[in-house]
């Protein structure tokens, strides 16, 4: 089994804490014009033969870093979310396009990919075995709000938000904040962030969802990364989701929450934080976590009720079919 490791034993993907978005790193907003380097990036599945005739279930996904670079991270068991087994760790290694073949080099072994296949094959050129490339969507994509649910968004206006602009193709821009405030409550919103192959860390597809003006749960193209708290799906500077649930860029991704308001006394002083459950494309990533405080960039106070504010960090992320459910 280890010997397929080591196709994918390099150091991970250094996070930069970048600050404001640099405007001058190619950014691309469809997929038609991000070139062939976007083509290779994404998740690739199969199954591949350990010893004995056995076979094990692997998941990679491929990070395009520009300029023809990419890193391959190997999962065990699948996909995260689909069978990764977080106890053997991932595996990670850097690779280059040669001749219009994305290579990546071990040792004993190699892997390539080719329109929409990932091969491993020996030095010697014998093959192992083949993983293809997937599409995976939330199984929440395109959920239809139910009776009684405050519509937020649903590609008609962004008139339901204090500057609220849209898109060209109908998609709400970042930056407004909703001119409805809500205590406990469900959330349903999708978010896209932009391919930036060059961009690192917090510069890469930056943008937050903020529960009550006052808790950033972060927005980023994290896709492979090792899902911290300054990461797609964290509660910023405070949790790390439980498993990196991210989409590659440009994939339309999911958060569902289930949100419960902080309580406060007669004399406005807090006697209960702020909880919640986040599934992030469909997945749990936080179980009834508990919410300490603010989040940086948020409103100054805490209170039973708030607005929904989308973070402009000079990323265009755009979000779409945004809907409420308030809690009696």
Known sequence: MRRFCFVFAALLLP?????????????????????????????YAGEVPIADGEKRKLGVQVIALGDGKFRAVGYHGGLPGEGWQKSDGKHSVDGKSENGVAVFKGEELQARIKDGVLSIVRASGEAVGQLHKVERKSPTLGAKPPVGAAVLFDGTSADKFEGGKMTPMGWLEVGP??????????????????????????????????LQESYEFQVLDSFGLEGKNNECGGLYSVADP????????????????????????????????????????????????????????GRPNEAATGPLMLQNHGNPVVYRNIWVVEKK
Request: proline share 8%.
């Open 242 to 297: 439980k498993v990196n649930m991210c989409f590659p860029p440009l994939s339309w991704q999911t958060y569902d929450f289930d949100f419960t308001a902080p309580k406060f006394d007669a004399d406005g002083k807090k006697v209960a934080n702020a909880r919640v459950t986040l599934r992030h494309n469909g997945v749990v990533i936080h179980d009834d976590l508990e919410i300490p405080g603010l989040s940086p960039a």
């Open 177 to 210: 904040r909703s001119k409805q405030s809500f205590g406990s409550c469900q959330l349903h919103i999708e978010f896209r962030t932009p391919f930036m192959p060059t961009a690192e860390g917090q510069a890469r597809g930056n943008s937050g969802v903020y």
């Open 15 to 43: 996070v930069s804490m970048c600050g404001a978005a640099d405007t001058s790193l190619p950014t691309y907003t469809d997929a038609a014009s991000a070139g062939p380097d976007f083509v290779v990036q994404g998740e």
